[in-house]
């Protein structure tokens, strides 16, 4: 499995999205794991974290509109996109938190908002 981020889409301005994303156990499990979003020609940016424990926090540019959660039961870690704007328009990665170079990205998600 690796990592595959997965529930991108097109939507609307003030519209919502999930994002999952199924990884390895060898990465996801008693780590710390991050969404990082990348958008047309900028730096990928750290979107949100967890620890396996649970506790979170997120960039001041999505607070209060994005939640990551885990289930530690089937590896996945989730993404809720609420109140979504234009400017949230990116590629969407899971990865451990700090990156970890021996898995890679993997193909991302897109999702695109409409104004």
Not at 5 to 12: C, K, M, T
């Amino acid at each position: 499995v690796q990592l595959q981020a997965s529930g991108g889409g097109l939507v609307q301005a003030g519209g919502s999205l999930r994002l999952s994303c199924a990884a390895s156990m060898s990465i996801f499990r008693h780590r710390s794991m991050a969404w990082y979003r990348r958008a047309p020609g900028q730096e990928r940016e750290l979107v949100a974290t967890i620890t396996a424990g649970g506790t979170t926090d997120y960039a001041d540019s999505v607070k209060g509109r994005f939640t990551i959660t885990r289930d530690n039961a089937v590896n996945t870690v989730y993404l809720q996109l609420n109140s979504l704007k234009p400017e949230d328009t990116a590629v969407y990665y899971c990865q451990a938190w700090p990156y970890d170079a021996l898995y890679g990205w993997g193909q991302g998600t897109q999702v695109t908002v409409s104004s």
